[in-house]
């Protein structure tokens, strides 16, 4: 028990002093300077409730493969499935596209595969945000070597500038301009992913620490 706290601690304090030395904390009011709400909790839930009944009245009676892309789509997917009033598969992979670089590398690497055989099934790939497309491009790829029967693509954000017109998703929840924004599923070196809502970090919250820093945390805000 005495090894177990001494460890914890050790972590703690290790990730207290990182914050101190680099003079910045998460913050998770909806009032908060470090941040301003993009979509509110309420607004989300409408939204999300809408795609659920849309993805029914498409694919209600065919069963589908909900993919879930990891880990920032989690949120998003969980209640996208719960809206969903039909009989349903879920399945999880995971990918990233950085690994050290600031920069993406424009390949990505698939870090966990599906459990589920996909040939003849209608699959349904969840992604939190579309930045430049390339992982949803990667996993459109993926899954029709596999033969499935149809894919559909969901993002629950959009930044629509930020491709060609041709990456859009079959379905999305809000398109959004090109902010750094968390919540909901999406963080910031592994904060803020826990908030209701969707908000914009400011960028004098983050650009203190390198970008491919944040990378190395996490992949979340897409490629």
């Given at each position: ?188 070196a592994n904060y803020y992913r826990n908030l209701p809502y969707i908000g914009i970090l400011k960028p004098e919250c983050y650009k203190s620490v390198s970008y491919t820093h944040l990378r190395a945390h996490e992949t979340s805000q897409d490629l």
């Amino acid at each position: 028990m005495f090894h177990a706290w001494h460890e914890f601690s050790s972590h703690y304090n290790t990730l207290s002093s990182y914050a101190e030395n680099r003079k910045w904390q998460p913050h998770y009011s909806e009032t908060n300077s470090a941040h301003t709400v993009l979509f509110t909790e309420k607004a989300i839930a409408a939204r999300v409730e809408q795609l659920g009944a849309d993805l029914t009245a498409k694919l209600g009676d065919k069963r589908p493969v909900l993919v879930c892309v990891l880990k920032g789509a989690s949120f998003f997917y969980i209640d996208l499935c719960r809206c969903m009033n039909c009989a349903i598969d879920m399945d999880f992979i995971a990918v990233s596209s950085y690994g050290a670089s600031a920069q993406s590398t424009g390949v990505v690497r698939l870090i966990k595969d599906l459990d589920n055989n996909i040939t003849g099934r209608h699959v349904v790939i969840v992604e939190d945000i579309i930045d430049s497309g390339l992982t949803m491009q990667y996993l459109r790829q993926l899954f029709g070597a596999r033969n499935p029967a149809s894919i559909t693509t969901v993002s629950f954000l959009d930044k629509a500038s930020r491709h060609p017109e041709s990456y859009k998703t079959d379905m999305c929840g809000f398109e959004i301009p090109d902010e750094f924004v968390v919540g909901y599923g999406l963080d910031y070196a592994n904060y803020y992913r826990n908030l209701p809502y969707i908000g914009i970090l400011k960028p004098e919250c983050y650009k203190s620490v390198s970008y491919t820093h944040l990378r190395a945390h996490e992949t979340s805000q897409d490629l």
